[in-house]
Nanobody, 113 residues
Framework: QVQLVESGGGLVQPGGSLRLSCAAS?????MGWYRQAPGLQRELVAS???????YYVDSVKGRFTISRDGAKNTVYLQMNSLKPEDAAVYYC??????????WGRGTQVTVSL
């Protein structure tokens, strides 16, 4: 099974930036970043294939950029112009979700003054 470890979260002010990293234990065709805020359902915010084809949810288009390093089985999420509504725990996982791949602990993103 593929194991996933997220990192890079933290506290930033509105308008700030963060770069999240996801280290995977194996190769994944399409990897996504998901997020879950308190009281809300988990949502897919971005994904990328091994060939570099990307998807973004409308709310983050133009602000977030997903990328990957195939040699290191690592996926990144560059988040710019952060808004309070972006605050959530961010997770990486396959797209679509696979039962054989467990969720990691996620990384907390807080956007606040």
């Amino acid at each position: 099974q593929v194991q996933l470890v997220e990192s890079g979260g933290g506290l930033v002010q509105p308008g700030g930036s963060l770069r999240l990293s996801c280290a995977a234990s194996g190769s994944i065709y399409r990897m996504g970043w998901y997020r879950q805020a308190p009281g809300l359902q988990r949502e897919l915010v971005a994904s990328i294939t091994s060939g570099g084809s990307t998807y973004y949810v409308d709310s983050v288009k133009g602000r977030f950029t997903i990328s990957r390093d195939g040699a290191k089985n690592t996926v990144y999420l560059q988040m710019n112009s952060l808004k309070p509504e972006d605050a959530a725990v961010y997770y990486c996982n396959t797209v679509p979700l696979l039962s054989a791949t467990k969720w990691g602990r996620g990384t907390q993103v807080t956007v606040s003054l």
